[in-house]
């Protein structure tokens, strides 16, 4: 089985952690899309499958208004049962590395809305330790040169990600060398530095379900 086959049979199973007629959260990546595939399909024989969602980035709404979505701010929503969305890296405390996609700071606003936060990846997603995969943090741009230096003085290695203006219009600093043994501390400190406006270790917002695409088929881990 192919990763894009796995992808799509985790976004297809997610559907079952949707509550018929109810609000949908939703993140993005190309996991994610294979969601909104799947959502797009159910809809067409169930049209109140979802009333409506809160998306986490331009690129998931445009594809969820195409399909006739309706797409609700996230400031009208007190709370959702259920947030879907993809990881760079999910370790087995639940805990993940996001903003490959650049979007992590609607993704963590809108997780926080969540009862649940339903994950889904391919397998190669899963690890012992958060870091192989370079950390993205969302920063103000005037702040990216401090930043950076911030993460050299720990021994790592940071780089603002070329051509990239996140739709909040900051840049994003891609940070490799990092081994992440105690995700929620890492989260809070890094959050503490001025200009940060998110580190994308998803640690204090972390998956409740992950649904891992393998070639033998979902492997549900529970958190
Ligand atoms: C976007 C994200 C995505 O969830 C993450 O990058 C995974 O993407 P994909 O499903 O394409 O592998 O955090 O900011």
């Known amino acids: 089985m192919t990763q894009d086959e796995m992808k799509t049979l985790v976004g297809q199973a997610a559907l079952d952690y949707v509550t018929a007629g109810s609000v949908v959260g939703v993140g993005t990546g190309s996991t994610v899309d294979k969601f909104i595939d ?8 169930d049209p109140q499958r979802v009333v409506g969602a809160v998306s986490s ?12 979505v309706k797409v609700l701010p996230a400031e009208s929503v007190s709370s959702l049962a259920v947030y879907i969305d993809g990881a760079d890296e999910i370790n087995h405390q639940g805990d993940m590395i996001k903003g490959g996609g650049a979007a992590l700071t609607r993704e963590k606003i809108v997780a926080d809305l969540a009862e649940r936060f339903v994950c889904i990846a391919d397998e190669t997603k899963l690890v012992d330790t958060l870091g192989r995969f370079p950390l993205p943090v969302e920063v103000i741009p005037m702040a990216s040169a401090q930043v950076i230096r911030r993460f050299t003085a720990m021994g790592a290695q940071a780089k603002v990600r070329e051509g990239v203006t996140t739709d909040n219009g900051n840049v994003i600093v891609d940070v490799t060398g990092l081994s992440i043994t105690n995700p929620a501390q890492m989260e809070s400190d890094v959050n503490q530095w001025p200009g940060v406006v998110t580190v994308g270790i998803f640690a204090r917002n972390r998956a409740s379900v992950c649904l891992l695409g393998t070639p033998n088929g979902v492997r549900t881990l529970t958190f």
């Open 38 to 45: 799947a959502l797009g399909a159910a809809l067409k024989t």
């Open 57 to 68: 980035s331009v690129r998931s709404t445009e594809r969820l208004l195409a399909l006739g």
